[in-house]
């Protein structure tokens, strides 16, 4: 049995943890940057799996697949964190794509991953807001998912778990959301995977300590080289200029 009182105590807790506050959208990408010891990874996982986690003594990793649209990578990436903070099951995690059915553990996670996006009380005050007593309509949920940056099926399935909307209605507005928010005004980017190119990244503590490595000169520049290329980051290694724009700032 879930307890989503706890589930929302906990995600909010770890919002404040990493300087958020109880309510706002969280940029969630940024956030993690700052988790000690953390290895970000985005990859291909295949169609089945939408993330994994890896946590012992020695290593911290999150693996997210860039295959998915952006607003799903939000959601895995949260779902995620769940287990990298309070899954004391085991030290190892591969996350199923499918929202529906899961173990109670992964169900604990999707519910954490809801709350740490879209807080309870939060999401609560915002469809008062734009909906007051009335029945959802499909313009209300692209609001609300662009809102808090989650996923139309993630955001589908919580305004269910919530009762704003019927089972039904989980299916009839599953379809065609990418033209309903272009037409309402919205970018797309949420609904979208990360570009082909970009689909292989790695951030975080791994490149840190490539990095040190480096500055105190411990290997040679092939290992390093070596180690970038390992991490998917030819870009850091062969020195690339993705925009064509001689590393100038543009902001
Ligand atoms: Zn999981």
């Known amino acids: 049995m879930l307890d989503k009182l706890d589930l929302n105590t906990k995600a909010q807790e770890l919002r404040e943890a990493l300087g958020e506050d109880a309510n706002s959208p969280v ?11 953390l290895t970000l990874v985005f990859y291909p996982l295949g ?8 946590r012992d003594n020695e290593i911290r990793l999150i693996a997210i697949n860039s295959t998915t649209s952006y ?5 895995s990436l949260a779902h995620e964190l769940y287990h990298l903070y309070y ?6 995690n591969v996350c ?3 929202f529906d059915p899961k173990s109670e553990n992964e169900k604990c996670a999707d519910q954490f991953a809801s709350y740490f996006l879209a807080p309870y009380k939060s999401l609560r ?3 008062r807001k734009s909906a007051g ?6 313009q209300h949920i692209i609001a609300l998912e662009q809102y808090y940056g989650m996923s139309h099926m993630a955001m589908l399935w919580r305004l269910v778990s919530e009762g704003y909307l019927s089972s039904e209605e989980l299916y009839s507005c599953s379809c065609g959301v990418i033209s309903a928010a272009r037409k309402l005004g919205y970018d797309d980017k949420l609904y979208r995977p990360t570009p082909v190119d970009l689909q292989r990244r790695t951030y975080g503590h ?3 300590q490539v990095e040190e490595l480096r500055q105190k000169e411990l290997v040679s520049s092939g290992k390093i080289d070596e180690l970038l290329l390992d991490a998917f980051r030819e870009d850091i290694a062969f020195g690339l200029d993705e925009n064509g724009l001689g590393g100038a700032a543009i902001d």
């Open 71 to 75: 607003g799903r990578q939000r959601y």
């Open 47 to 54: 169609e089945n799996i939408s993330g994994m986690c890896i």
């Open 87 to 92: 899954d004391d099951k085991s030290g190892f």
């Open 133 to 138: 007593n009335c029945q959802l309509s499909m």
């Open 125 to 127: 005050s915002a469809i």
């Open 27 to 37: 940029d969630i990408f940024s956030l993690v940057n700052q988790i000690e010891g």
């Open 206 to 208: 791994y490149l840190k």
């Open 96 to 98: 199923s794509a499918k």
